[in-house]
């Protein structure tokens, strides 16, 4: 089943839940482990390159998610009480906008001199503003900020789901895994 239905989640929102969430965590180390890199290491030229062009491809993929999302019937809510599923609601909420933060944050510091933003050399995304030392600094340092509030927020995530799945006992986890559950 590729779309969502009240009951599940599609093949289509579960492989873009699964690459969105491999392609955070590994941006995360990468750019956690480019932070300690020397100008002489290999990776201090080509983890940018790297970093930038999957950045790219993730925002794009987000808003492919989204537009989704919008599309496709929402799979009823497990969570036991209302106030429960609109605190799950709000935090997917936050997750966007963090993941949006990073990205354009990212796109701001990669163009702050004027040049595009390269995807694996297949396109750029020009430049739009050019940005001082200082403008640079700052949306480096939110990059890293909301960056690592992913991360936080994203464990709570995953927190929250093997909650539902070993202590709710309900589908929450299975149903963002098997697309074919039975109700």
């Not at 808003?63 to 496709?72: E, F, G, V």
């Not at 354009?104 to 001199?113: D, K, L, P, R, V």
């Not at 464990?155 to 074919?180: E, Q, S, W, Y």
Request: aromatic share 14%; no cysteine; net charge positive.
């Amino acid at each position: 089943m590729l779309k969502d239905s009240s009951h599940n989640y599609g093949i289509v929102s579960i492989l873009l839940h699964w690459l969105s969430a491999i392609t955070i965590i590994f941006l995360f180390a990468l750019g956690v482990y480019m932070t300690g890199l020397s100008y002489y290491d290999d990776w201090y030229h080509k983890g940018p390159s790297l970093h930038i062009s999957l950045g790219i491809l993730l925002f794009f993929a987000t808003l492919l998610r989204l537009a989704w999302r919008k599309t496709n019937v929402t799979p009823q809510d497990l969570a036991p009480g209302k106030a429960a599923n609109l605190a799950a609601k709000l935090i997917k909420i936050f997750l966007y906008l963090l993941i949006f933060i990073v990205a354009i944050t990212g796109y701001f510091i990669t163009t702050a001199e004027g040049q595009a933003a390269q995807v694996f050399n297949w396109f750029g995304l020009p430049a739009t503003i050019e940005l001082n030392a200082d403008q640079v600094d700052l949306a480096g340092e939110i990059h890293e900020y909301a960056a690592w509030l992913i991360i936080i927020i994203a464990t709570l995530h995953a927190g929250a789901a093997l909650l539902h799945h070993f202590v709710f006992k309900d589908k929450t986890l299975k149903r963002m895994i098997f697309p074919n559950l039975k109700p």
